[in-house]
């Protein structure tokens, strides 16, 4: 006890006597911060400018203010170059704020962005762009900063040729198909091949379908299943990749999405049509696929991860990725399935093709998906 009781007096003559004033937050540098993805399969592209900000209060409420995290003034331009890099076209980008925003941590109601509007064809994948940008910031001026990003081959993003004509043929088949059993299930396999400049390919599931309420209103609304991502060797495309997508599981994930749906006790029905079930392949360039893996949870003991950034004299990313859509109607026994299988019949599902209702009912002896 005497031991430590000297102990603490040493320490706290030593903490007296060697006290030093010192600000934890260096002297303020700007960095500017962008974030855009060019797809030229949209007709609009967007692309997010802000500054880096330093404060000695709270940081969510030192973002609550403009002039934090806004420049005084941008002016950013896209430039398109060919294979010889001679500059071809330069487009102003355009500035708008967006508003109703999801749910979450803010810092402002609205969110400031640039876009340019492209129509078909307008970008073009045998070039390259370059996003320039020219900013004033206090204490800064006139400060400079953008990224360089390659497009996906659009034309050659395609799934592989017996993919798409057992959808069109069979429909997306993952119940029984001669309508046995409500309990057998199947898997659907959909292949594609890679393209030029793409590296992370990525495959999601949309179920499309309208629901009724009982106050008379109608909305048309999709549920989302991630079904995965893989990267490929190279960009150089032309590699075969495939998914497996599994058929209990595409009602199980049915059920996940609508269990809890906070407006369920007023839906009346949900009806699907000839096209409820979409794919949605979309490809990332090389750039994009790095920024992904380095953000990606960090399940090592180390905790520290790398920084990736391609913008010059600032931070983000600046990259490409391109979405091929291929549409399937369901089959006769994933329809019956939908409406009367134990996970989803819940749900209210219903079917308004006459064909197919009276297809089924024929086959089962009389069961009625018919939305009547």
Same mark, same amino acid.
């Given at each position: 006890?005497?031991?430590?009781?000297?102990?603490?007096?040493?320490?706290?003559?030593?903490?007296?006597?060697?006290?030093?004033?010192?600000?934890?937050?260096?002297?303020?540098?700007?960095?500017?911060?962008?974030?855009?993805?060019?797809?030229?399969?949209?007709?609009?592209?967007?692309?997010?400018?802000?500054?880096?900000?330093?404060?000695?209060?709270?940081?969510?409420?030192?973002?609550?203010?403009?002039?934090?995290?806004?420049?005084?003034?941008?002016?950013?331009?896209?430039?398109?170059?060919?294979?010889?890099?001679?500059?071809?076209?330069?487009?102003?980008?355009?500035?708008?704020?967006?508003?109703?925003?999801?749910?979450?941590?803010?810092?402002?109601?609205?969110?400031?962005?640039?876009?340019?509007?492209?129509?078909?064809?307008?970008?073009?994948?045998?070039?390259?762009?370059?996003?320039?940008?020219?900013?004033?910031?206090?204490?800064?001026?006139?400060?400079?900063?953008?990224?360089?990003?390659?497009?996906?081959?659009?034309?050659?993003?395609?799934?592989?040729?017996?993919?798409?004509?057992?959808?069109?043929?069979?429909?997306?088949?993952?119940?029984?198909?001669?309508?046995?059993?409500?309990?057998?299930?199947?898997?659907?396999?959909?292949?594609?091949?890679?393209?030029?400049?793409?590296?992370?390919?990525?495959?999601?599931?949309?179920?499309?379908?309208?629901?009724?309420?009982?106050?008379?209103?109608?909305?048309?609304?999709?549920?989302?299943?991630? =079904?995965?991502? #893989?990267?490929?060797?190279?960009? &150089?495309? *032309? @590699?075969?990749?495939?998914? $497996?997508?599994?058929?209990?599981?595409?009602?199980?994930?049915?059920?996940?999405?609508?269990?809890?749906?906070?407006?369920?006790?007023?839906?009346?029905?949900?009806?699907?049509?000839?096209?409820?079930?979409?794919?949605?392949?979309?490809?990332?360039?090389?750039?994009?696929?790095?920024?992904?893996?380095?953000?990606?949870?960090?399940?090592?003991?180390?905790?520290?991860?790398?920084?990736?950034?391609?913008?010059?004299?600032?931070?983000?990313?600046?990259?490409?990725?391109?979405?091929?859509?291929?549409?399937?109607?369901?089959?006769?026994?994933?329809?019956?399935?939908?409406?009367?299988?134990? =996970?989803?019949? #819940?749900?209210?599902?219903?079917? &308004?093709? *006459? @064909?197919?209702?009276?297809? $089924?009912?024929?086959?089962?002896?009389?069961?009625?998906?018919?939305?009547?």
């Amino acid at each position: 006890m005497k031991n430590l009781l000297i102990a603490i007096i040493i320490g706290l003559l030593v903490f007296n006597s060697c006290k030093t004033d010192f600000e934890l937050n260096a002297p303020y540098k700007t960095i500017p911060v962008v974030y855009g993805l060019l797809d030229q399969s949209l007709d609009t592209q967007f692309v997010k400018i802000n500054k880096s900000f330093l404060g000695n209060s709270d940081n969510v409420v030192s973002a609550s203010i403009t002039d934090s995290t806004q420049f005084k003034s941008i002016s950013a331009v896209l430039e398109q170059y060919n294979q010889s890099n001679d500059l071809t076209r330069t487009d102003s980008l355009k500035e708008m704020l967006v508003g109703n925003l999801d749910p979450g941590v803010f810092y402002e109601d609205s969110q400031k962005i640039y876009y340019l509007v492209t129509p078909n064809g307008y970008l073009d994948d045998e070039y390259t762009y370059r996003l320039n940008v020219s900013a004033d910031s206090v204490p800064e001026e006139n400060l400079n900063f953008g990224g360089t990003t390659d497009l996906i081959n659009g034309a050659g993003l395609n799934f592989k040729y017996l993919s798409k004509i057992s959808l069109q043929i069979n429909g997306f088949r993952c119940a029984d198909n001669d309508l046995a059993t409500l309990d057998e299930y199947f898997n659907t396999n959909l292949e594609w091949n890679t393209t030029l400049n793409g590296k992370r390919y990525e495959l999601v599931l949309r179920l499309h379908f309208t629901e009724y309420f009982d106050d008379g209103s109608i909305f048309p609304r999709y549920i989302e299943w991630d =079904l995965g991502d #893989q990267t490929s060797i190279n960009t &150089d495309g *032309s @590699e075969s990749m495939f998914k $497996i997508v599994s058929g209990s599981s595409f009602f199980e994930m049915v059920n996940s999405k609508l269990n809890n749906y906070p407006l369920e006790q007023g839906v009346l029905k949900r009806t699907f049509g000839s096209n409820a079930i979409e794919f949605v392949l979309t490809a990332g360039n090389d750039d994009l696929n790095t920024y992904m893996q380095v953000n990606e949870p960090v399940t090592s003991v180390v905790s520290t991860r790398p920084i990736f950034t391609n913008i010059d004299n600032g931070i983000g990313l600046f990259a490409s990725k391109y979405s091929r859509n291929l549409s399937s109607f369901m089959s006769n026994g994933t329809v019956l399935e939908l409406c009367k299988g134990q =996970l989803t019949e #819940q749900y209210k599902f219903c079917c &308004d093709s *006459s @064909e197919q209702v009276i297809a $089924i009912s024929n086959l089962t002896g009389g069961i009625n998906v018919s939305c009547n």
